[in-house]
């Protein structure tokens, strides 16, 4: 149930007859309090200025509680407001929601219907494991046999080297040491490298294997 129009219309000028008789108390007392100003200007001491004073004490305590009223219809203008304009709550039929109102299969179309088939789950196949090709071991390479050139270096490099620390050593430094040709060197040296029995660090530098 809701607050009708014509009930909203009725406060709405119970307001506005509210807000003039306010009004009209107001300009009373303005009026009112000029005569007693006047009053007491003229007779201080006199019983009327008493009297009219309090008359003027009563219209502004009426005027004050008529301010009140229009304030609290104000609250009650805008509850009854808020009344009529909610909406009644949709009701659901509670019917519709038997087995009855179920939709049948029949509903739907022929097509619609032949279109919805249940297909059987296809097992899943075991993923295959990719054959991985075995990792076999290389085969050892047979040590190169030095040559004469390679003994030489070699000898030379573990009369100067260690196996602790590098030292740099120049080509034609070996080369000086070893009394080989200095064409030479480079190939024995390497030679001994890839022997295992020598090592290079940084650019020129070497230790025992």
Same mark, same amino acid.
């Given at each position: 149930? %809701?607050?009708?129009?014509?009930?909203?219309?009725?406060?709405?000028?119970?307001?506005?007859?509210?807000?003039?008789? !306010?009004?009209?108390?107001?300009?009373? +007392?303005?009026?009112?309090?000029?005569? =007693?100003?006047?009053?007491?200007? /003229?007779?201080?001491? *006199?019983?009327?200025?008493?009297?009219?004073?309090?008359?003027?004490r009563s219209i502004a305590r009426m005027a004050h509680e008529l301010?009140?009223?229009?304030?609290?219809?104000?609250?009650?203008?805008? /509850?009854?407001?808020?009344l009529a304009a909610a909406e009644p709550p949709v009701l659901v039929?509670? /019917?519709?929601? %038997?087995?009855?109102?179920?939709?049948?299969? /029949?509903?739907?179309? +022929?097509?619609?219907?032949?279109? =919805?088939?249940?297909?059987?789950?296809?097992?899943?196949?075991?993923?295959?494991?990719?054959?991985?090709? %075995?990792?076999?071991?290389?085969?050892?390479?047979?040590?190169? !046999?030095?040559?004469?050139?390679?003994?030489?270096?070699?000898?030379?490099?573990?009369?100067?080297?260690? !196996? !602790? %620390?590098?030292?740099?050593?120049?080509?034609?430094?070996?080369?000086? *040491?070893?009394?080989?040709?200095?064409?030479? =060197?480079?190939?024995?040296?390497?030679? +001994?490298?890839?022997?295992?029995?020598?090592?290079?660090?940084?650019? *020129?530098?070497?230790?025992?294997?």
């Amino acid at each position: 149930m %809701s607050i009708s129009p014509k009930t909203l219309l009725l406060l709405q000028k119970a307001g506005e007859n509210l807000y003039a008789a !306010r009004n009209a108390l107001a300009q009373d +007392v303005q009026q009112h309090a000029s005569r =007693v100003v006047h009053m007491v200007a /003229s007779e201080p001491f *006199g019983n009327d200025a008493d009297r009219a004073y309090a008359q003027l004490r009563s219209i502004a305590r009426m005027a004050h509680e008529l301010q009140a009223m229009e304030e609290q219809l104000k609250t009650l203008y805008g /509850s009854a407001m808020e009344l009529a304009a909610a909406e009644p709550p949709v009701l659901v039929d509670l /019917s519709d929601r %038997s087995p009855r109102a179920r939709v049948q299969p /029949s509903a739907l179309g +022929v097509e619609e219907a032949q279109d =919805v088939q249940i297909k059987p789950v296809q097992p899943k196949q075991p993923l295959r494991k990719k054959a991985t090709a %075995s990792v076999t071991a290389e085969p050892a390479r047979p040590r190169q !046999r030095l040559s004469a050139n390679d003994q030489k270096v070699l000898a030379y490099l573990k009369q100067v080297l260690d !196996r !602790r %620390s590098w030292k740099p050593l120049t080509q034609v430094a070996i080369a000086d *040491g070893a009394g080989i040709p200095k064409g030479s =060197v480079g190939l024995a040296l390497r030679r +001994v490298i890839d022997a295992g029995m020598v090592r290079e660090g940084q650019k *020129g530098n070497y230790r025992l294997g």
